[in-house]
């Protein structure tokens, strides 16, 4: 599910003696090239780190990325595909912008996703539906499918020697060395297809790979996936130029997910031999987490989840004879959350992470009783690096406050050696993230603060700047320098709940005369699975706009939100909309009671779980909010999917109380204040049906309301164009409903 849009995270002003500041627009915020600077997407780095990667967008097109390169010696950069020279703009397959859409790319053309082969001598290139390797020995890119059909889940195998994809439901794979292409599956179709991840695996579980190469080519696991008893779902996908609808297998909560199984196959063996499955247990209720690979190739590794998500096993698998073992096991009272955290050590043992004490830390399992590593009142947020020959990790979290994420590495323990203390390799006041190589010598570090945009430099083990790769500083010619002067500093905050609970928030507050009130827009997410929005990184500049046009603009992060542990999570399990909206409800207050805060002036916005935390909150507060905004919002939690939603509310064909007390559309009687629904009409997460139940409960109950729906748009609400008129309707929406100070005088065509 999640989504957040135009979730505030929290800018600051320019020191004195800057350029004179020019009118901030929603045009130019949705326009080329994008206000924050060119910032890239996909930053990696070559196995061998010499090499940094990245997707960058095109200075007249936000929204169109080329693949670059970047020498991490010299400095030099070069383009590898320039995706309007190689790239047909074909239309893709109905499948592949769903997946792209699960994959947070929906909207984005060129080259969206690629991948390196282990080896370090080439680079898998999707484009425009077909498949396409750039070797770095020749500068050369070759083609390798050009089909009507859209190839699905390209692998590259780690020694560049074959591709795998997926076409018409089958597994083919293209040998590179010959050219030939082999069919490795014939029973694709209907209900069954083969290496891909199911719906929930993508949209919930962030696991996108159906295939999993071994490390010396020779076999590759795949996943079959039978949605014969998943239920049929007929989605209208209702454009400007008509209407197409597509049948989805769509697991909603309570109904049957699809059977993932597991086969090894040979790619140079017989054509005839048959693949081996490996032995996942006689419960076929349950999910395929994630799959490794060991290092040596001798064993696979399986993350198995029960289908109330209480338990999870690692397994151990023979390759050749599909037994497994498991190798250790994670229990909650509430739910297990997944990670991409595992890595095997040289020495057998495995690095692990676990919240079995209540915060995300370091584990090391091996042949006796697990190891602790890190420990404490913070949370690990994933690991990025391992340096295998020190034995030393390397990890992204939020040791220091909730407000900032840093890098830090720490010593394992190893050869009696006890474990480390973390070291924190980045400076304070920001928001990080890293990727490294296969050895952790080298890092590829973005970060952001208040008052700077995304930039990415190259680092090394410890941290220490080598050289930029985006400095993308907001001064000279940079696109938001001219409006710098008048950017405005956020007031970080906390608040105590009843019960001890410290809770966040932040506050753009507006330039207003001495003595005056002025209203007040609360942005909400409120939902689990997504980081804290109040954090001291770059800012949205739609809370921006509004504050510049005179309105409070204010977030708070309730319980339920990931990034400060379990304890802090779990108060949301089997009771959704409940806690959060307590929480949010101290922040109101908080709100109201400031002298330049117009109490009678106060509007809540949000979007996906947002959205339905503004329903929550007018029902459950009918008069304390002016008005609100609900985007693409649940309504009705049995129409959402099994995975997200009976994580956190179990199972309604076992216990139908806890839906009962999280739904909205039974409370609609209750929202009497000025609301505006918002909805993508192609929207294949948050289905169009929770805002059609909403209004037609609300139509009967007589409850007046206002409504704008996106022909063609899905749960992202993408395109310059259609994003202006999208914040335009919500502005022109408050202005009306709440007498902004600043009417508008713009021009219609502005």
């Not at 939020?398 to 840093?406: F, G, K, M």
């Amino acid at each position: 599910m999640p989504l957040v849009l135009g979730a505030l995270v929290w800018g600051a002003c320019l020191p004195a003696g800057t350029a004179a500041a020019v009118e901030l627009t929603l045009q130019r915020i949705m326009g080329s090239p994008a206000l924050s600077g060119p910032v890239p997407r996909a930053l990696k780095l070559s196995p061998d780190g010499r090499l940094a990667t990245l997707l960058r967008p095109r200075a007249d097109d936000r929204e169109r990325y080329d693949l670059w390169a970047i020498d991490t010696t010299t400095g030099a950069e070069r383009i590898l595909v320039d995706s309007q020279l190689l790239g047909s703009n074909a239309e893709v397959s109905e499948e592949e912008k769903m997946r792209r859409e699960r994959a947070r790319l929906g909207g984005t053309r060129g080259v969206v996703q690629y991948a390196w082969a282990a080896d370090g001598r080439s680079i898998l290139v999707p484009l425009d539906g077909d498949l396409f390797v750039f070797t770095l020995a020749d500068d050369r890119i070759r083609r390798i499918t050009a089909t009507p059909e859209t190839e699905l889940d390209a692998r590259m195998a780690p020694r560049g020697g074959f591709v795998s994809f997926v076409r018409g439901q089958d597994l083919f794979i293209h040998d590179l060395d010959s050219g030939s292409e082999r069919r490795l599956t014939t029973d694709g179709g209907g209900a069954v297809s083969w290496g891909t991840a199911e719906f929930v695996a993508q949209e919930e579980m962030d696991r996108h790979d159906g295939v999993w190469w071994s490390p010396d080519e020779q076999a590759l696991v795949v996943a079959r996936v039978d949605e014969t008893d998943v239920p049929l779902v007929t989605r209208a996908a209702i454009g400007a130029d008509g209407t197409r609808v597509h049948s989805q297998r769509y697991p909603r909560a309570g109904s049957p997910n699809a059977r993932v199984s597991l086969h090894v196959f040979r790619p140079t063996g017989p054509a005839d031999a048959p693949p081996v499955p490996l032995d996942l247990g006689p419960d076929h209720d349950r999910y395929v987490a994630r799959v490794d690979w060991a290092p040596d190739g001798r064993s696979i590794l399986v993350q198995r989840q029960s289908r109330d998500q209480r338990r999870l096993d690692l397994l151990r698998f023979d390759p050749a004879t599909g037994r497994g073992t498991v190798v250790a096991t994670e229990e909650q009272p509430t739910w297990v959350n997944l990670s991409d955290d595992l890595r095997s050590l040289p020495d057998g043992r495995l690095l692990w992470t676990s919240e079995r004490d209540g915060f995300r830390h370091l584990w090391v399992l091996g042949d006796g009783a697990p190891e602790q590593v890190t420990r404490g009142p913070w949370a690990i947020d994933k690991v990025v690096g391992l340096d295998r020959a020190a034995a030393r990790a390397f990890f992204i979290g939020w040791t220091d406050t909730p407000l900032e994420r840093h890098l830090y590495a720490v010593d394992l323990p190893c050869d009696g050696r006890p474990a480390g203390t973390p070291r924190r390799l980045t400076e304070p006041g920001g928001w990080h993230d890293a990727t490294m190589d296969d050895t952790a010598s080298r890092a590829l570090v973005t970060r952001s603060t208040p008052a700077q945009p995304p930039q990415t430099f190259l680092a090394d083990a410890a941290g220490a700047r080598i050289r930029w790769i985006e400095e993308n500083r907001p001064a000279g010619a940079h696109p938001y320098a001219p409006f710098m002067a008048d950017h405005i500093e956020p007031e970080f905050g906390t608040l105590v709940t009843p019960d001890g609970t410290t809770l966040h928030h932040a506050h753009l507050q507006p330039r207003i005369a001495a003595g005056a009130k002025a209203p007040a827009l609360v942005i909400v997410y409120g939902g689990p699975g997504v980081g804290p929005l109040v954090a001291r990184r770059w800012g949205s500049l739609t809370a921006q706009y509004f504050a510049r046009r005179g309105w409070h603009v204010f977030s708070i992060d309730n319980r339920g939100t990931s990034g400060r542990g379990k304890a802090f999570e779990d108060p949301i399990h089997r009771a959704l909309g409940q806690i959060e909206v307590a929480d949010q409800m101290l922040g109101h207050a908080w709100l109201a009671s400031r002298a330049d805060v117009d109490p009678a002036r106060i509007a809540v916005q949000g979007w996906s779980y947002g959205g339905y935390m503004v329903l929550r909150l007018l029902a459950a507060h009918p008069g304390r909010f002016a008005a609100g905004v609900a985007g693409a919002p649940v309504t009705a939690w049995d129409l959402y999917d099994t995975h997200y939603t009976e994580r956190y509310l179990g199972n309604p064909t076992s216990d139908r109380a806890p839906y009962d007390r999280s739904d909205v559309v039974p409370e609609a009687d209750r929202i009497a204040d000025p609301l505006l629904l918002i909805h993508g009409m192609a929207d294949d997460n948050v289905i169009f049906d929770n805002t059609a139940a909403l209004a037609a409960r609300l139509q009967k109950t007589g409850r007046l309301f206002e409504m704008m729906v996106y022909p063609g748009q899905t749960h992202r609400i993408a395109g310059p164009e259609t994003g202006v008129h999208l914040w335009r309707s919500i502005e022109d929406f408050l202005d009306r409903r709440l007498a902004s100070p600043r009417a508008r005088s713009r021009a219609p065509t502005e």
